[in-house]
């Protein structure tokens, strides 16, 4: 399986994002013009960084504050210059950002800094040149964060900013301060990798490196490289065992809230870091018809949501089981072209992996479901299309185990 690896040892940044996706061969032609369709053509040059060959890229931009329906138009219009799956994903970029911002500031009418045309150009490019790379996952090591504070359009902040802080803490992603009194992750940066980020660095096994790149941050201190490093990957197997890691288990019984605020709870957890939450129907004591609310979540994030539980459902007490083990299977999401009475487009599908093989796949929803009204079918038939077709691309390739 063929991986794209970033190790932010130094921080991140779109830019540095995409020098360092460019260094490792993604195509400069399709970066340079999905770029190009909301500033004037970057600047790409060839620096150094504490004696690190880097790639820096350089927008021409003007500063512009816009409204998240405003960025999304931007993105509308400009569309034909940009893979749909690349757009797609900027889309949700953005959304992360401004989920972050409203984490933080409450409801806010404007972005600042991650509105400009430069912020836009960054996340287009990066994920243009995330999607010509044609990687089959991306695993991403622990981000530096940086240290002190910062001028920004909120006044002086601390460092990380807090839209930062709120990105990666719905990411599940792991950081670390890093050695410098400076930003060294943007919201930029942390919304685009919390976004590529596909499998866990613990189920990455072994690989072979099949090209390195590094992309170049501005600033150019001495004695440390402000770069982030990028690595292809192709993954040589496991240690023959499923992957594994522990969970806890919180759990608490109700009779009293309905199924819409059972509903809603449900999405607050996903929302909040939960890793899978459900809703059991059960009988409770005196014969009492209820529910059973099940969260699993990792182990940093039991006070959190256990308390997040007690406040929405009104429950007075949150059973927790420390430390499950568990096994879990490697997942990515990759697009397969389906056809259907004559009509073609790319479908993203979540696969399962095990040794290298896949054992188990299916039609991200709400795709399948937006396609199934444009076309007037049951869901059921596309889902199936999507598929079938999903399989048939494995098995050429040799990669499908042949479970269905």
Known sequence: MRVLVFDPFHGAAGDMIIGALLDCGADKDRVMQAMQSVVAEPSILEVKRAGIRAVKITTHATPAHRTLSEVIG???????????????????????????EEQVHGTHVHFHEVGADDAIADIIGACTALHSL???????????LGRGVASGSHGTIPIPAPATIEILNLSGL?????????????????????????????NLGTY?????????GSRDPAGIPNVIRALVVETTGSSGTIPQDTVD?????????????????ITRFMERG??????????????????????????DKSVELAELM???????????????????????????????????????????????????????????????????????????????????????????????
Request: net charge neutral; hydrophobic share 45%; aromatic share 6%.
């Open 74 to 100: 931007r993105l509308e219009r400009v569309k034909t210059d940009i893979p749909a799956e690349a757009l797609a994903m900027a889309k949700r970029v953005f959304e992360r950002i401004s989920c972050a």
């Open 249 to 265: 288990i919180l759990e608490t019984t109700i009779d009293d809230v309905s199924g819409e605020v059972i509903a809603y709870a």
């Open 208 to 216: 072979t490196i099949q090209a390195v790149g590094y992309g170049a």
């Open 310 to 404: 007690a406040r929405e459902l009104g429950t007075l007490g949150v059973r927790c089981l420390p430390a499950v083990h568990r096994f879990i299977a490697e997942r990515t999401v990759q697009y397969v072209d389906v056809e259907i009475a004559g009509n073609h487009r790319n479908m993203p599908v979540k696969i399962g992996w095990l040794h290298g093989e896949v054992y188990s796949l299916k039609a991200e929803y709400d795709p399948a479901q937006d396609w199934a009204r444009e076309l007037g079918m049951p869901l059921l038939n596309v889902q199936r299309a999507i598929e079938d077709a999903a399989w048939k691309s494995f098995t050429k390739t040799g990669l499908g185990s042949g479970a269905r």
């Open 274 to 299: 939960a890793r899978d939450a459900s809703a059991l129907p059960v009988i409770m004591k005196k014969g009492r018809p209820g529910f059973l609310i099940r969260v699993i979540c990792t182990s």
């Open 134 to 144: 044609k990687v089959d996952g991306v695993a991403v090591l622990p981000i530096a």
């Open 174 to 202: 792991t950081t670390m301060l890093g050695d410098d009194d400076v930003e060294l992750c943007t919201p930029t940066g942390a919304a685009l990798l919390a976004e590529f980020s596909t499998i866990s660095t613990k």
